[in-house]
């Protein structure tokens, strides 16, 4: 029995290298595997629940502090607990795939999804360069716009939001970043970010909705004018959907594919890892194993974000001076942010004020 998985990203190879009850071939379309990047590549401590270490190369720095801003200016240093870690994302993919071979999971390249034909409970998968291959189970791991989901009847309604990112330089010596703080902008877009790879180099974006008020391309360029952009890093991010299909006979969807993404920072990579490992584990019973271990963290992300996107600028900065107060500072510092359902309610327990907004989720 043969498992195809299409997508050579962190979920589709992370899968290939966790099989255990079958053997997989991986198919991606790309000429190389991590190119182009469409990631900010910052990740949690989290990443260790999946693997076992991340090679020193693949490691672009370490980020011990999150200085958060208001519209009205004024900031937070919320001091993590835990550092984050900054990702060569090319690299940290490379590894990835090295590990789906080395478990005997080979990679074809240049390998684009265009269908696939059914006959005996097997799938003839069909590419665009002329070739096909015959598989048992199907994974779509080939990202927010899912062919394998789509053919399948499985994409659903999702939400997908453009993100504009670049890697970025200091003009003037007199600039310099704070090499291990990320920046995060409240009020600007969806979520803005500006990530620091060095003193004198970040990764600096937006995600967010063009409307009458909000021009995303507008936004980011005078976020990112002070700066030398090096090479953009442009994506587009799926909406955690709680109403996904995640599996139906044979087929099944990880990662973007599945919009397995947190509506509040729009990281999934942990997310389709371990999603990947439930797969992994076992075919059977995957939706519903995803569903109980890290639905309900997804969908608390997603009212989060809900409500977020309702507030307006004096509502952020008011939030902001929540956030001051030294005991709702201290569940921030610890929280990891990709387990909201570990802290939320200890916040709203100590910090009664919070409460008004959810009501936000009742107006229209």
Same mark, same amino acid.
């Given at each position: 029995m043969t498992l195809g998985i299409i997508g050579a990203g962190p979920a589709g190879s992370f899968l290939g290298a966790k099989i255990g009850w079958d053997k997989s071939i991986i198919f991606d379309g790309k000429p190389k595997i991590g190119s182009p990047i469409q990631c900010t590549? /910052?990740?949690? %401590?989290?990443?260790? &629940?999946?693997? %076992?270490e991340i090679p020193d190369n693949v /490691?672009?720095?370490?980020? %011990?502090?999150? &200085?958060?801003?208001?519209? !009205?200016?004024?900031?937070? !240093?919320?001091?993590? !607990?835990?550092?984050?870690i900054i990702l060569h994302r090319g690299k940290f993919d490379q590894h990835i795939a090295k590990l789906a071979k080395d478990n005997g999971t080979p990679i074809k390249l240049n390998h684009q =999804?265009?269908? #696939?034909?059914?006959?005996?409970?097997?799938?003839?998968?069909?590419f665009t360069n002329g070739k096909h291959h015959d598989v048992d189970y199907l994974v779509g791991a080939d990202g927010p716009h899912s062919i394998v989901a789509k053919k399948a009847n499985m994409y659903g309604e &999702?939400?997908?939001?453009?993100?504009?990112?670049? +890697?970025? +330089?200091?003009?003037?010596?007199?600039?310099?970043f704070d090499k291990n703080v990320t920046q995060i902008l409240f009020g600007l877009g969806e979520f803005s970010w500006i990530v620091p790879e060095s003193s004198t180099i970040a990764r600096i974006g937006i995600i967010g909705k063009n409307t009458k008020h909000f021009n995303l391309k507008k936004a980011f360029d005078n976020l990112a004018e002070p700066?030398?952009? =090096?090479?953009? @890093?442009?994506? @587009?991010?799926?909406?955690?959907?709680?109403? @996904?299909?995640?599996? @139906? !006979?044979?087929?099944?969807? /990880?990662g973007d594919a599945a919009t397995q993404v947190k509506a509040t920072t729009y990281g999934g990579i942990t997310y389709g890892m371990l999603s990947a490992t439930y797969l992994g584990d076992q075919w059977e019973g995957y939706e519903k194993k995803f569903n109980s271990k890290l639905g309900k963290d997804? #969908?608390?992300? =997603?009212?989060? &974000?809900?409500? =977020?996107?309702?507030?307006?600028?004096?509502?952020? %900065?008011?939030?902001?001076?929540i956030f001051r107060k030294e005991g709702n500072k201290e569940i921030l510092e610890k929280m990891d942010r990709n387990f909201p359902s570990k802290f939320i309610l200890k916040l709203l327990m100590k910090e009664t004020k919070l409460w008004k907004y959810g009501f936000k989720l009742f107006r229209k």
């Open positions: 590549g /910052i990740i949690t %401590d989290s990443i260790y &629940r999946v693997i %076992d /490691i672009v720095n370490h980020i %011990d502090t999150f &200085r958060i801003f208001a519209p !009205d200016g004024k900031s937070i !240093d919320v001091d993590l !607990d835990k550092e984050n =999804l265009k269908g #696939w034909k059914k006959k005996n409970n097997k799938y003839r998968l069909l &999702r939400e997908i939001l453009p993100g504009i990112q670049a +890697r970025v +330089r200091i003009k003037k010596q007199s600039q310099k700066y030398k952009h =090096l090479e953009y @890093q442009s994506g @587009q991010i799926p909406m955690y959907n709680p109403k @996904q299909k995640l599996q @139906q !006979d044979n087929i099944a969807l /990880i997804l #969908w608390i992300s =997603l009212k989060m &974000r809900e409500v =977020l996107n309702k507030f307006s600028e004096k509502e952020c %900065d008011e939030l902001l001076e």
